[in-house]
């Protein structure tokens, strides 16, 4: 008899953008001639730029010839992109990295809920609310946590709740906790750390022996230079913090899959009999024990979109979509919402109306306008009452979509 993990169990009956998937489907079949806009998922949809598309292509031709066919590659990621992505992301910001302090992947949503099994059971996690679902997720499915209360929180947890009040950028916990997720800019608020709340961030890990595990996939969207893209930015951060970073935001990649996670070598945790352990040499066991690395065609296509020619077109693309994100706040905002976020993120964060639930404002929003978004009660307790829209969209759909909200709400 081959049993279960029973932790699953304690899950909601379907993730969050399954469950929109499901109901967008319904209403569809039921109403075949609606044109349906889907500004829920944070997909992309514009095209791949021409530079990475031309290196993707280069490789695919390399892998048809003998002398330069590859076969299996590092596990860590080749040099060629480790080093792009050392000077690029790192060093011209002032960021000193080695290489082997950065793991290529194939997407960050795995980092993200793979990197909690260098953890023990019983560490004590720290989650914003709302909060990205696979933080929470990955580790109910591991066991550190009952089942949810009345309230979908579930106990083990210490949840940080983001409000309008503190602008949706939480304060540290005031307890101990062994691991913390932090995302900046922030999905689904689409709202962003200052440097004065990234520093307290790292003080209070350095205080209470904690780790932060810092999500930055939507970095290249922000628009303030003054503003950290990096939580190294903070001095002491590479002894306290991992981060997290994605292609798929910023370079388009959503389809094609490549991410990375840098791990410090001076971050530890504590071994069973009270010793330090390095991260890096726990994160680099993981790695190359259940993965066999980015796909080599991909990762030239990764280290294209650092070439001049790949920021000046992957630049031009995140510019769309945060005039996207610009129509949608000034659009909404017009029509009386309460709109937070899309200065820094392709997120529109917004309060629903009439005292609605989020779930209820989903249903209105497709039935009567056929315009898809997300319902903020989907990232937790705390969303109950917000929405999210997203900026990844054509122009036109965008303009669409804002004059039937308008017609609608206004």
């Known amino acids: 008899m081959a049993r279960i993990n029973e932790h699953y169990a304690k ?18 079949a039921a ?27 280069a490789a695919v031709d390399e892998m048809g ?69 696979v933080y929470v997720d990955s580790n109910v499915m591991a066991g550190r ?10 106990p083990g947890f210490v949840y940080l709740v983001g409000n309008e009040a503190n602008g949706f950028q939480p304060d540290p916990p005031g307890e101990p906790v062994d691991v913390a997720y932090l995302c900046s800019p922030n999905n689904p608020t689409g709202t962003v750390a200052t440097r004065a709340q990234l520093e307290k961030w790292v003080a209070w890990a350095k205080q209470t022996d ?15 230079p003054s503003l950290p893209h990096s939580i190294y930015e903070i001095p002491g951060a590479k002894d306290v913090a991992l981060e997290l970073r994605s292609f798929s935001k910023r370079a388009g990649f959503t389809g094609v899959r490549c991410a990375f996670m840098v791990v410090p070598k001076a971050v530890t945790g504590v071994g069973a009999g009270g ?32 070439s001049k020619d790949g920021l000046a077109q992957t630049t031009a693309q995140i510019a769309f979509y945060m005039e996207n994100a610009r129509l949608l706040r000034e659009g909404l905002t017009a029509a009386g919402f309460t709109v937070f976020g899309g200065v820094h993120a392709p997120y529109i964060w917004l309060r629903t109306q009439g005292g609605a639930s989020s779930w209820e404002f989903f249903d209105r929003l497709l039935s009567q306008a056929q315009v898809v978004g997300t319902p903020g009660s989907g990232f937790g307790p705390a969303g109950e009452g917000y929405f999210r829209l997203s900026g990844f969209n054509s122009r036109a759909n965008i303009d669409e979509a804002i004059a039937r909200i308008r017609r609608v709400f206004g």
């Open 11 to 28: 899950l909601p009956a379907s993730y969050l953008f399954p469950e929109i998937g499901r109901r967008v489907k319904a209403y569809a």
């Open 31 to 57: 109403h075949p001639d609606a044109k349906v806009i889907r500004l829920g998922i944070g997909d992309v949809t514009e095209p791949l730029a021409p530079a990475i598309i031309a290196a993707m292509h």
């Open 65 to 133: 010839n003998r002398e330069t066919f590859k076969g299996y590659g590092p596990e860590q990621g080749y040099d060629f992109l480790i080093e792009a992505i050392r000077q690029h992301d790192y060093a011209a910001r002032g960021v000193d990295l080695a290489a082997d302090e950065i793991f290529v992947s194939d997407g960050s949503k795995c980092d993200s809920g793979n990197v909690q099994e260098i953890f023990a059971l019983s560490a004590k996690v720290a989650v914003t609310d709302p909060v990205y679902p």
């Open 145 to 154: 946590t009952a089942a949810a209360g009345p309230d979908g929180r579930y």
């Open 210 to 224: 904690s780790i932060i595990l810092f999500d930055a996939a939507y970095e290249g969207y922000i628009s303030d």
């Open 275 to 306: 010793e330090r352990v390095s991260l890096n040499k726990l994160w680099a066991r993981r790695h190359t024990t259940k993965f066999n690395g980015a796909s080599y065609v991909v990762q030239k296509g990764a280290a294209a979109a650092y």
